[in-house]
Nanobody, 124 residues
């Protein structure tokens, strides 16, 4: 499975961006998908996840109510709509694919594949 992330950029505080993660490869549609982010000088942190069938989502408290994760199974693509962005949202955002249940609980221990990352910079 290959993951291609895109959509990052520079935005002012309060603005929005839509990140995309296109998945390809055999059985890519059977993976739970999610986003993590790593800010400068900090450890990678969970952001959001969506189950393989799109029935369930899970969010970090820091983004709940501002970010929305969704997936288009026909396009094999996962989206992260980021709204009301804050300077502290500045980070490299990575998409991830996981067949275990751990991603849906916010953990990366079961992640099978990672995308290359896309940079989001929020200016104040």
């Amino acid at each position: 499975v290959q993951l291609q992330a895109s959509g990052g950029g520079v935005v002012q505080a309060g603005g929005s961006l839509r990140l995309s993660c296109a998945a390809s490869g055999r059985s890519s549609g059977t993976y739970n998908m999610g986003w993590f982010r790593q800010a400068p000088g900090k450890e990678r942190a969970f952001v959001a996840a969506v189950s393989w069938n799109a029935y369930s989502t899970y969010y970090a408290d820091s983004v709940k109510g501002r970010f929305t994760i969704s997936r288009d199974k026909a396009k094999n693509t996962v989206y992260l709509e980021t709204n009301k962005l804050k300077p502290e949202d500045t980070a490299v955002y990575y998409c991830a694919a996981d067949r275990s249940a751990t991603l849906m609980s916010g953990y990366d221990t079961g992640v099978d594949y990672w995308g290359q990352g896309t940079l989001v910079t929020v200016s104040s």
